[in-house]
């Protein structure tokens, strides 16, 4: 194989990894719990929180609250990098870190 060839790969490969990564960070991501919803971005942005519990907040739910928007965000994340392991990892562990 030369030299020539092997930079064409390389560049393919490259653009199909940048097309790749760029949908990823333009999708959304849903995590929920049981009172609240987030929606982050593939970047891990969060962009929305709905919070669905309803009723005054006493100091005991203020603290349960925070709480399910720390289990919700933490949902949409490991959604992200669910994604990010489905779609690159084709790419092995040399991207390992990159993302």
């Known amino acids: ?14 653009k199909e990894i940048t097309k790749k990564k760029d949908e990823i960070d333009n999708s959304t ?3 929920t719990s049981e009172w609240v919803k987030v929606e982050i971005n593939g970047k891990k942005e969060v962009k929305k929180v ?15 609250l925070e709480d399910m928007i720390k289990i919700a ?24 870190g990159l993302f």
């Open 1 to 14: 194989m030369n030299i020539q060839n092997l930079m064409a790969q390389a560049q393919k490969m490259q």
């Open 29 to 31: 991501f849903e995590g």
């Open 50 to 64: 709905n919070i669905t519990f309803e009723g005054t907040i006493e100091p005991d739910d203020k603290e349960m």
């Open 73 to 96: 965000l933490n949902d949409a994340v490991k959604k992200v990098d669910k994604e990010i392991e489905d779609k690159m990892g084709a790419y092995g562990s040399s991207l390992n």
